[in-house]
């Protein structure tokens, strides 16, 4: 039978949300001929053994470590036979019509090689994930707080398209990697993803790939997905952002240039030494303002520190160059050169 949609699952210690994941797909997967891959970044969780147990019709690639998100997402890529694949989050849920409705939409336009769907945290309260590509303008407002002071300025709140209502099919720059079905025929003229951000960026370079090989990137509103967010990076958060810092720094190099990057490095470290001493005032503002000014503290912290000296904190550096090493370094590079 011909598989319409393969649909590839990174996890790493989300077991219970994944199981969740499955079942939804389960029950609202009609309409489609799926198939249901989850790679696995060697969680500690029992994660793996769940999904044999109890999911035996999901195909289980189980990692010998954390390859890293675009790493894993291209394994399953690689081993997907549908007309489209559906890189899709382990903390979400499809509700009826998800699949068959993006699948529907990506059929009526051979244009798109990839397509997002409207996406809602579990309260039903719309989730922002379409945006601009990264650019100095887009991070200043970011930095300076302005894209969240004014989010439904047409200016302003550009980055995340904030003043938009999310409530119309649309061309974009870029869709979050949530939920994002692409056309077969495009990954194989895109090729996969970039391996060397390890986590973060993935998505954004991917969705810059294809617009450059000519291939269009549209938003649906009509089929819903539930978010969670974030269920896997919450587990480290300082590293994560440090990763994010890292990821959006080196998008930045290989879109604009050497300058771009040093440009906004500056960019980031003004903002975080401005915002250190705001911090402190919320600190000594009163006991129930402490705990979440003291995190916020740590977090800045170190993310100044990062951009001050241009690498990761050692321990840090050394597990991403572990696994890299492991995996054999950055597939993805070669596969920007040949896009252009």
């Known amino acids: ?130 945006f601009e590509l990264p650019n100095l303008l887009n991070l200043a407002l970011s930095i300076s707080q302005l894209s969240q002071i004014f989010p439904r300025s047409r200016f302003f709140g550009r980055r995340r398209l904030t003043w938009w209502d999310y409530d119309e099919p649309r061309e974009v720059e870029g869709i979050a990697g949530c939920f994002m079905l692409a056309r077969a025929q495009a990954i194989r003229q895109v090729g996969p993803m970039a391996e060397d951000y390890f986590m973060y960026s993935e998505d954004t370079d991917w969705c810059w790939r294809f617009r450059r090989a000519g291939w269009r990137i549209l938003y649906t509103p009509q089929p819903r997905l539930i978010h969670i967010r974030a269920a896997s990076s919450d587990q480290c958060a300082t590293d994560m952002h440090l990763m994010e810092r890292r990821a959006l720094l080196m998008f930045m190099e290989r879109r604009s240039g050497r300058f771009v990057r040093t440009a906004a490095n500056a960019m980031f470290v003004a903002g975080a030494m401005g915002r250190l001493p705001l911090l402190a005032v919320q600190y000594m503002r009163g006991r129930q303002h402490r705990a979440a000014a003291a995190s916020k503290w740590q977090l800045t912290r170190a993310a100044l520190k990062f951009h001050l000296l241009g690498r990761l904190p050692e321990d840090l550096r050394q597990r991403v160059d572990a696994i890299r090493s492991a995996t054999g370094g950055s597939k993805g590079t070669a596969a920007v050169a040949q896009s252009g």
Request: overall charge negative; aromatic content about 4%; some cysteine.
């Open 1 to 130: 039978m011909a598989i319409d949609v393969s649909i590839v699952i990174v996890n790493w210690n989300t077991r219970d949300l994944l199981g969740e994941c499955l079942r939804s797909i389960q029950q609202h997967g009609q309409g489609v001929a799926c198939e249901v891959i989850v790679v696995d970044n060697d969680s500690a969780d029992g994660s793996a053994e769940m999904v044999r147990r109890d999911f035996p019709d999901t195909r289980v690639i189980a990692n010998a470590e954390n390859r890293g998100f675009a790493a894993a997402n291209n394994q399953g890529i690689a081993a997907a036979r549908g007309r489209y694949v559906l890189l899709l989050n382990s903390d979400t849920r499809v509700l009826p019509g998800t699949l068959a409705g993006t699948v529907a939409f990506a059929d009526a336009h051979p244009e798109a090689g990839l397509v997002g769907c409207r996406t809602e945290f579990p309260d039903g309260e719309l989730q922002v994930n379409c």
